[in-house]
């Protein structure tokens, strides 16, 4: 199984700055196809996961541009710009380059 | 709008077995495919396996086989899991989660079900 590690973020966050939250994974996403499968999700307190960004660098429709996406084939970026409250919760990297599917152990962003 | 409806809550006994459905809307439920999630504090997000709604094909995480069953009623646009042989080690929260029709992505999520496995 591919396995992914996800750093910490030096929480809290103090609302306005940037915060960057990394993963690695132990096999390179990059397909032959030119595309990463790398996905980044968020997981308000009490909610469900919500997609965010696919193929390592695509936001989802109706994501704020203040988040992107980025790196290599085997580590990754979601970098989150002048960070409000409703960017509070659990952000998780997911591979979806083969079955099984797997996910980092989530990185929480608090809010200062 | 894509909606994914999951059964409520469930207190089952060791050694049962529980189904819990996921009935999808806003969509053609047989356009996308159909994941189930594990939830736990120890251990993250787990995925369980994945079901072709139009076919019925099914994959699975090996840790997964023998313990989930994946299925799916087409007339009623509902995915369904079972779980059997219960310990209180499945206990979680279960998500139903839709695949997009691009790639193995997540674009929505049920609301989650907790199944508590308790004597």
């Known amino acids: 199984d591919i396995v992914m590690t996800q750093g910490a973020l030096p929480n809290p966050v103090p609302s306005g700055e940037s915060a960057s939250i990394t993963c690695q994974s132990s096999k390179s996403l990059l397909h032959s196809n030119g595309k990463t499968y790398l996905n980044w999700y968020l997981q308000r307190p009490g909610q469900s996961p919500q997609f965010l960004i696919y193929w390592m660098s695509t936001r989802a429709s109706g994501v704020s541009d203040r988040f992107s996406g980025s790196g290599s084939g085997t580590d990754f970026t979601l970098k989150i710009s002048r960070v409000e409250a409703e960017d509070v919760g659990v952000y998780y990297c997911q591979q979806d380059l083969e079955f099984p599917r797997t996910f980092g152990a989530g990185t929480k962003l608090e809010l200062k | 709008q894509v909606q994914l409806q999951q059964s409520g809550a469930e207190l089952v006994k060791p050694g049962t077995s529980v189904k819990l459905s996921c009935k999808a809307s806003g969509y053609t439920f047989t356009s996308n495919h159909m994941n189930w999630i594990k939830q736990t504090t120890g251990q993250g997000l787990e995925w369980i396996g994945i079901?072709?709604?139009?076919?019925?094909?099914?994959s699975y995480n090996v840790k997964f086989k023998g313990k989930a069953t994946l299925t799916v009623d087409k007339s009623s646009s509902t995915a369904f899991m079972q779980l059997s042989s219960l310990t209180p080690e499945d206990s979680a929260v279960y998500y139903c989660?839709?695949?997009?029709?691009?790639?193995?992505?997540?674009?929505?999520w049920g609301q989650g079900v907790m199944v508590t496995v308790s004597s």
């Open positions: 079901i072709n709604p139009g076919s019925g094909g099914t």
């Open positions: 989660a839709r695949e997009n029709w691009e790639g193995g992505y997540f674009d929505y």
